[in-house]
């Protein structure tokens, strides 16, 4: 899981599977709460299911502003990307 588009298809799968999201809802610049109806215990459950794919600690400060699916997106590339 390096590229935005293995990163983004993962957390996809992850929301459909695990949150039941409708997959047609999960776009690229959706909300995680206005959208995607997300709360913020959702939001730690899925750092957490995160931390398990990338087997790596999540600091959960690289979390605290996200908003968004991209927002998600671009926290875990960075944190894949600084821990080769």
């Known amino acids: 899981m390096h590229t935005r588009e293995e990163i983004f298809n993962t957390i996809k799968d ?12 999960i776009k690229i610049d959706s909300n995680l709460v206005e959208d995607l109806d997300l709360d913020s215990i959702d939001a730690v459950d899925l750092v957490v299911k995160l931390q398990t794919i990338i087997d790596r600690k999540v600091d959960p400060e690289d979390f605290k502003q996200i908003r968004t699916l991209q927002d998600v997106v671009d926290a875990v590339e960075k944190i894949v990307n600084n821990n080769h």
Do not use: C, G, P, R
């Not at 992850?14 to 997959?23: R, S």
């Open 14 to 25: 992850i929301l459909v599977k695990d949150f039941d999201v409708k997959e047609s809802k």
